[in-house]
Every structure is written in structure tokens, then in C-alpha cells.
């Protein structure tokens, strides 16, 4: 019988370092690595000469990986991927980091501290990511058909506690204001390293469950936060993993009404961005159905005119005005502040719908009513919310221009202009394109010529 070739192993650097690193013998990890296997079920009897395997480069088989990197990740006080031990094995391509709903939280804890990394280290293929529909779609079946983590509790790394959840929030609504003011162009780098340097130490560390939970819903709404200046700043693929991320956060969080928030708010924006509105109203429908009878009646106000966008981009007028109706009776129930609100949905105000409801008539081709409701917004938005009402601005001279009305849009396109000019925003500039676009069978008017300089003196 003819010998096997012997196929070369590369050394695995990747874990030479680590262990280097947590200042641990091979006989020492064999050990650790053993614990935590018998913590999952597994017989594991490694020794140091199993390490040294290892780093000559052999692949342990079935879990042994994961087992090994949260064996390091105990040791180092953080979370350590089967990654960056070298041993992915074609299993974590970089291409996939923040793609999948993982189905355990140590899964969701290990994706999205990598997303992280990845984002901070600035890697090729998170920028250049594109948009799949199905990509948004698929988390949305997975959460909805998911049952609830029955218990997310660590014991391993530094001790969390409520001050620390605390800060979180604290950081996120801080940064949420400065986003509001100045656009996503002066905040995200901030927000992104404060996710990898602190936030994915907490995640890694030892917390009761209830703490865990509350944690897991502090760091969804900044991974969302996080995701909402990745469209912000042009990039629709990159926002897509934050997305997805929170929403799994949120699962673990035990939160299925910020889960309804994440698809209807971010990810059935983003597909309205990507003009996808067939996948908008499965995504808000999706959030109707998985948070029903869990949350206010503000909160499905904001589910509802998600759908209602859906509808008005697929040209269906009578569907868009039944759900349309369907929101506007949900907040009239809100009304006045309801104090059983989270904070995550009590933004969500009349100059919000308002807001939703020009974007439906808009794409509807109904201009009166679009500057109608426009108009509406732009007066409920305080100066503070500065990006929003640069966009009420946009859409109050788009309907401005459905209407003829050129020399009026072309005023109110200026307001915008002047207004974006103090904030770094993409998704700003995306709508005075879109707004130049329809001037541009007006191009011979003085008007029209006149906002079309100011536009590349900006931009100069």
C-alpha cells in the first residue's frame, strides 16, 4: 500500500503570538482548553504536546477551535476569535464578518468583535461591500423564528456591572447629539473605536444575567447608532453588518421591540436607500409581527410608516394610504408623551412621521400632499436635529419641483445647501443629488442655473 504524500503545515504564528501574549505554557492552555470543553460538554484530554501540534500548524477538529480561543480570550480578558488563532480554517472568511444571525451569544459576541476590528483596521472588504437584499432579508426569518437566549451570564474576564451599562448609554446618547448636529463624518471613527477598545471588553468580561441583558440592549443601540453613520458616511455594505449585529444584540438583550426597531427603522431604510421596496415592507412587516403585543403604540407607529414607504415605492397608492392611516392612528394613541416609551422610540414624534409620510406622497407622485406633510415636519424638528431638517428641506423643494414650482424649490434647495454645508453628511448630499436630478428639465432657468453654482461652489 502506497505511503500518503505528507502534505507541509505552516506554523501557526497567529497562536504562537497569543499565547505569548497571555503569558501562558502549552501545559497551561491544554489545561484551560480541557475546562472549558468539559463546561460545554466535551471530553477534551489535550496536553502540551497537543499544543505543540498545534502551533506546527495541525487543525483540531469539530469545536476544539472555538474552545481554544475562548480558552485565550478567559486568559487575555477579551474575546478572541477562531480567527485570529489561525485556526478559521476557510470558516470565518473575512468576507463574512457581520453577514450571519448567529445562533449563540458566544457566537454573536465573537462576530461582532470582529466586525469591529475589522471596521477600525479599515480591511478592503468591509468598504467596498456591497448590498444584498437577501443579506437583509434572512437575519429577519432568523430572529423571527429564534427562540429566546435562556441565559446570556459570563464568568470569565473582568467583572461588569450596572456602571458600566450605565456608561454605554451615556456614550451613545452623547454621541446620538453630536451626530445630530454635525453628521456621521465627524463621529464615526469616535464611535467605532470606542466599540473595539471598550465596549468589546465588557462584552468579554464576567456579568450576571441580568446585567448581561441590559448590556447586550446598551451595546445593540450603539452598534445600530454605528451601523445608521456607515449609511451616513457612503457605506451601505458596511452598515448592512452593523445592522444585522444589533439585531442579533438585541435578541440576546431579550428585547424583541428594539429587534422591530432595527428592521424597520435601519434595515427597511437602508433598503429604501437601495431601492429594494419589496424588502422594505417584509422587513417592517417582519418587525410588526415579531414585537407584537411588545410594544407602545408609538413604536408601531414607527413599524407602520416604515411599510407605508414599502408600498409607495412599489406604486401601490391605496395599500400606502390604509397603512399610512394605520400609523397616524397609533401615534394619535401616543399622544402626549407616553411615559412608558423606551428611550429608543420617544424621538419618534409627529415631525418624524410627518417626515415619512413626504417620502411615501413623494415617491407617490402626490406633491401637494408631499409638501404638505414636508412643511409639516420641517416645523416640528428642533435646530438641533440639523441633518433632518436639511432632508425636510430637500423633500419640500422635490415636491416644490413635481409641482413646477422651480423658482420656490430652487430657494428651498438653498436652505439645504447652507444647512449641509456645516455637517460632513453623504446620505445629505445623496438627496441634493437627487434634487438636481429633477431641476435638471429646468436646467435653462435663471433660477435653476443660479442653485446649480452654488452646488459646485460647495463642493469645490
Known amino acids: 500500500m502506497a505511503a500518503r504524500p505528507l502534505v507541509a503545515r505552516q506554523p501557526n504564528e497567529r497562536l504562537q503570538a497569543l499565547i505569548q501574549e497571555a503569558g501562558c505554557s502549552n501545559a497551561g492552555l491544554a489545561r484551560?482548553?480541557?475546562?472549558?470543553?468539559?463546561?460545554?460538554?466535551?471530553?477534551?484530554?489535550?496536553?502540551?504536546?497537543?499544543?505543540?501540534?498545534?502551533?506546527?500548524?495541525?487543525?483540531?477538529?469539530?469545536?476544539?477551535?472555538?474552545?481554544?480561543?475562548?480558552?485565550?480570550?478567559?486568559?487575555l480578558g477579551r474575546t478572541v476569535t477562531i480567527d485570529e488563532i489561525g485556526m478559521a480554517n476557510g470558516k470565518?472568511?473575512?468576507?463574512?464578518?457581520?453577514?450571519?444571525?448567529?445562533?449563540?451569544?458566544?457566537?454573536a459576541i465573537e462576530q461582532v468583535c470582529e466586525l469591529w476590528r475589522s471596521d477600525v483596521g479599515r480591511r478592503d472588504f468591509l468598504s467596498g461591500a456591497t448590498v444584498a437584499a437577501s443579506a437583509l432579508v434572512e437575519p429577519s426569518r432568523d430572529w423571527l423564528i429564534t427562540g429566546a437566549d435562556s441565559q446570556v451570564a459570563r464568568t470569565a474576564g473582568a467583572r461588569v456591572g450596572p456602571s458600566d451599562v450605565e456608561a454605554v448609554r451615556a456614550m451613545t446618547l452623547a454621541l446620538t447629539e453630536l451626530d445630530h448636529r454635525f453628521g456621521s463624518g465627524h463621529v464615526r471613527p469616535v464611535v467605532v473605536h470606542y466599540l473595539n477598545s471598550v465596549v468589546s471588553g465588557l462584552l468579554s468580561g464576567s456579568y450576571r444575567d441580568a446585567v448581561g441583558r441590559e448590556l447586550f440592549g446598551a451595546v445593540a443601540r450603539l452598534t445600530e447608532l454605528a451601523g445608521y453613520m456607515a449609511v451616513d458616511t457612503g457605506q451601505p455594505g458596511l452598515a448592512q453588518r452593523y445592522y444585522i449585529q444589533a439585531l442579533r444584540l438585541a435578541q440576546a438583550a431579550g428585547d424583541r421591540g428594539y429587534g422591530g426597531y432595527v428592521l424597520a427603522a435601519s434595515m427597511s431604510h437602508l433598503a429604501a436607500q437601495l431601492g429594494n421596496p419589496r424588502e422594505i415592507a417584509q422587513l417592517a412587516r417582519a418587525a410588526q409581527e415579531g414585537a407584537r403585543g411588545r410594544v407602545t403604540p408609538r413604536a408601531e407607529a414607527m413599524f407602520l410608516a416604515a411599510e407605508a414607504r414599502g408600498?409607495?415605492?412599489?406604486?401601490?397608492?391605496?395599500?400606502?394610504?390604509?397603512?399610512?392611516?394605520?400609523?397616524?392612528?397609533?401615534?394619535?394613541?401616543?399622544?402626549?408623551?407616553?411615559?412608558?416609551?423606551?428611550?429608543w422610540i420617544s424621538h419618534f414624534d409627529r415631525a418624524y412621521l410627518a417626515d415619512e409620510l413626504a417620502h411615501c406622497y413623494r415617491d407617490l407622485g402626490q406633491a401637494e400632499a408631499a409638501e404638505h406633510h414636508a412643511a409639516q415636519s420641517l416645523e416640528g424638528h428642533p435646530e438641533s436635529r440639523a441633518r433632518r431638517r436639511a432632508i425636510g428641506l430637500v423633500l419640500l423643494a422635490t415636491a416644490q419641483v413635481q409641482q413646477r414650482e422651480v423658482e420656490q424649490a430652487c430657494h428651498t434647495g438653498t436652505q439645504a445647501v447652507e444647512l449641509l454645508g456645516q455637517l460632513r453628511s453623504t446620505r445629505g448630499a445623496e438627496y441634493l443629488e437627487d434634487l438636481q436630478l429633477r431641476l435638471q428639465p429646468y436646467e435653462d432657468e435663471p433660477a435653476v442655473r443660479e442653485f446649480g453654482a452654488r452646488l459646485e461652489l460647495q463642493a469645490a
Not at 468539559?38 to 483540531?60: C, F, H, I, M, N
Not at 470565518?92 to 457566537?107: I, K, M, R
Request: aromatic share 4%.
Open 92 to 107: 470565518n472568511l473575512a468576507s463574512g464578518v457581520g453577514l450571519q444571525f448567529s445562533p449563540t451569544v458566544l457566537g
Open 32 to 75: 484551560r482548553v480541557n475546562m472549558v470543553g468539559a463546561e460545554r460538554g466535551l471530553d477534551l484530554r489535550y496536553d502540551k504536546t497537543s499544543v505543540a501540534r498545534w502551533l506546527r500548524g495541525q487543525q483540531p477538529r469539530g469545536r476544539a477551535p472555538g474552545v481554544i480561543a475562548e480558552a485565550l480570550g478567559r486568559k
Open 311 to 343: 408600498h409607495a415605492l412599489l406604486g401601490d397608492a391605496h395599500t400606502c394610504h390604509t397603512v399610512a392611516g394605520r400609523a397616524l392612528a397609533a401615534l394619535e394613541r401616543a399622544e402626549p408623551e407616553d411615559g412608558d416609551d423606551p428611550g
